[in-house]
């Protein structure tokens, strides 16, 4: 009567996405957007970080990808340097309407690049649906400079959001595979 029961505890990929910049950009927006399909117009500061998962499939069957969504504040600088381990790829979330938001990305790739993570980061201009202080080709062209992809989006509507996180996963998969073989 020797019946024995297999567990499986990971038969999926796990990709690592830490989501970050600063506060009011718009990052848990756009978590909720992609995992829940909902938008909050109450602004409700992130403590320390929030996880969200969103589940896919790819050519070797299901994956994850759980996003890291890191508080903004410098407070919670502590708390981000902690969960950057191990992520796959990231993204600085910033807002349009907000030309100091967007000076701010900087420190962010700065504080990404200190953990030696070896990941793309892309910078996401958030609130495309709103008066923008930031223009797109100013924005683009930063962005290269720094060495970043760029994407626009709006939580609010959904615009842009899969084509961001889809291009963001496919970065995470390609960095995953690279760590996985030793290169």
């Known amino acids: 009567m020797g019946s024995r029961v297999q567990v499986k ?41 929030e996880f969200h998962s969103y589940s896919f499939k790819t050519k070797k069957g299901k994956a994850v990808a759980l996003f890291y969504d890191m508080a903004g504040q410098n407070r919670f600088g502590v708390v981000r340097k902690l969960l950057y381990p191990g992520t796959n790829a990231a993204a600085i979330i910033f807002d349009v309407s907000s030309k100091e938001s967007f000076k701010e990305c900087a420190n962010w790739i700065r504080e990404l690049r200190e953990q030696d993570l070896k990941v793309d980061i892309t910078l996401v201009g958030n609130k495309t649906d709103v008066g923008r202080e930031v223009n797109r080709e100013d924005a683009e062209r930063i962005s290269r400079k720094l060495g970043c992809r760029y994407r626009e989006t709006s939580a609010l509507t959904g615009e842009g959001v899969g084509e961001f ?13 690279r760590r996985s073989s030793g290169r």
Do not use: H, W
């Open 165 to 177: 996180v889809t291009a963001l996963v496919a970065s995470a998969m390609v960095n995953y595979r």
């Open 9 to 49: 505890f990971r038969d999926y990929d796990i990709y690592k996405l830490a989501i970050c910049g600063p506060g009011k950009s718009g990052k848990t927006s756009i978590c909720k957007r992609l995992t829940e399909n909902s938008f909050s117009q109450k602004y409700k500061p992130t403590c320390g970080a």
